[in-house]
């Protein structure tokens, strides 16, 4: 099956930083790549996605990129806030699996 | 309008009892999901419905029953509650199966 891996587990940087969390995933069929924020107490949102077609999305200050030939994704937030501040997952869907497989994800913290 | 609801949102009980989850999605999805999240924050996938049917089930102590009583609705039942089984549960819907997933706001259970 599929299997994702994600790095930083944490990452901590100063406002207005940039933040990019990076994912691998094993299964080159995969054709699906979203990202989900989880802020505390609640459940995992949908923040942006990519398909396999494109190399490249961007949605105001983030941006989603993926390489399918090395088997890598990642999510690029800019001019970072402290309401930025959640765990952020990665996940990949692969046509012979009916879900999706997450990354352990990232705890994202930027300080004012 | 929540798209994605459980109830209760906190359940506290003894170990040994039976309890049960609720999850509703007014979204018109066919596929509905529940994870489990530990301590850890890892998100692991309990089950998966597609229309009404089970597709997956992954490897989960046979005291969890899932129970689809119509495509809107995916309940979790526990019995013989254990330690080990504290962690927040997450129900989910996406229109077709590997496709975004929309997350419910989480139950937290703690076995004491």
Not at chain 1, 4 to 15: A, I, K
Not at chain 1, 50 to 74: C, P
Request: net charge neutral.
């Amino acid at each position: 099956g599929e299997n994702v891996e994600q790095h930083p587990s944490t990452l901590s940087v100063q406002e207005g930083d940039s933040a990019v969390i990076k994912c691998t995933y094993s299964d080159s069929a995969s054709n699906y790549f979203p990202w989900y924020k989880q802020e505390l107490g609640k459940g995992p949102q949908l923040i942006i996605d990519i398909r396999s077609n494109v190399g490249e999305k961007k949605d105001q200050r983030i941006a989603v990129t993926l390489n399918k030939t090395a088997k890598h994704f990642s999510l690029h937030i800019t001019e970072t806030q402290p309401e930025d501040s959640a765990v952020y997952f990665c996940a990949a869907s692969s046509p012979g699996y009916s879900t999706l497989t997450f990354g352990k994800g990232t705890m994202l913290l930027v300080s004012p | 309008d929540t798209a994605v609801s459980q109830t209760p949102k906190y359940l506290v009980t003894q170990m040994g009892n039976d309890k049960s989850i609720k999850c509703e999605q007014n979204l018109g999805h066919d596929t509905m999901y529940w994870y489990k999240q530990d301590s850890k924050k890892f998100l692991k996938i309990m089950f998966s419905y597609n229309n009404k049917e089970l597709i997956i089930n992954e490897t989960v102590p046979n005291r969890f029953s899932p129970k689809s009583p119509d495509k809107a609705h995916l309940n979790l039942h526990i019995n013989s509650l254990e330690l080990g089984d504290s962690a927040v549960y997450f129900c989910a819907s996406s229109a077709m199966t590997g496709g975004e997933q929309y997350f419910g706001p989480g139950t937290r259970l703690t076995v004491t």
